[in-house]
């Protein structure tokens, strides 16, 4: 079926240390790969996505890693600091418009 | 600013009775969704629209349906809530094609008693 799989659930880092949070999926006609994050009481919001031409994009702190061969893909979050902590979710686009998200991640950033 | 609203912050519900979620956009986007979020399940996909009148089922449809009988507007219908539909709702649109960012809505807590 159409699933994206996402790991870990939890994850703790200390400050200024980076974390990096895994996806798969498995449909290898998706081209579309979106990162949202959500602050506690939030709606979810975009923070960084990549097409499935390209191997890798950088915002800043933030970047997103895809290998379309092995149909998975990595966020990286370098020099983390509070604001980090949150709910990560990894999606994918199945078919036309099938916007379908993983499990996400709790990222707690350790003063 | 995108803006995606959604008719209800809470709600609660009886059993058995027939539950409407309204939402809507004002960015013309062509592409709506419902997800549920549940702890440790994330966001599921209940139903998704790419046009007016037009839908299909997510990864989870039963016990729900949708009506989008305008661009801006996707309804949830709950047919016969049960206590397993508690859950917070989450609206979603989006620009069909290229530019496929999807907006959140700022969710509707339903419990069902």
């Known amino acids: 079926g159409e699933n994206v799989e996402q790991h870990p659930s939890t994850l703790s880092v200390q400050e200024g240390d980076s974390a990096v949070i895994k996806c798969t999926y498995s449909?290898?006609?998706?081209?579309?790969f979106p990162w949202y994050k959500q602050e506690l009481g939030k709606r979810p919001q975009l923070i960084i996505d990549?097409?499935?031409?390209?191997g890798e994009k950088k915002d800043q702190r933030i970047a997103v890693t895809l290998n379309k061969t092995a149909k998975h893909f990595s966020l990286h979050i370098t020099e983390t600091q509070p604001e980090d902590s949150a709910v990560y979710f990894c999606?994918?686009?199945?078919?036309?418009?099938?916007?379908?998200f993983g499990t996400g991640t709790r990222l707690t950033i350790i003063p | 600013d995108v803006k995606v609203t959604q008719s209800s912050r809470y709600l609660v519900k009886r059993t058995g009775e027939k539950v409407f979620l309204e939402c809507v956009q004002d960015?013309?986007?062509?592409?709506m969704f419902w997800y549920r979020q549940d702890p440790g399940l994330g966001l599921r996909l209940i139903y998704f629209?790419?046009?007016?009148?037009?839908?299909e089922k997510g990864d989870i449809p039963e016990g729900y349906s949708v009506s989008r009988e305008k661009k801006e507007r996707f309804s949830l219908i709950l047919e016969s809530a049960s206590t397993n539909q508690t859950s917070m709702y989450l609206c979603?649109?989006?620009?069909?094609?290229?530019?496929?960012?999807?907006?959140f809505g700022q969710g509707t807590r339903l419990t069902v008693v």
């Open positions: 979603a649109s989006s620009l069909g094609g290229v530019g496929r960012r999807a907006f």
């Open positions: 449909d290898s006609a998706s081209n579309y």
């Open positions: 990549i097409r499935s031409n390209v």
């Open positions: 999606a994918a686009i199945f078919g036309n418009e099938k916007l379908t």
């Open positions: 960015m013309d986007h062509e592409n």
């Open positions: 629209s790419y046009d007016v009148k037009m839908k």
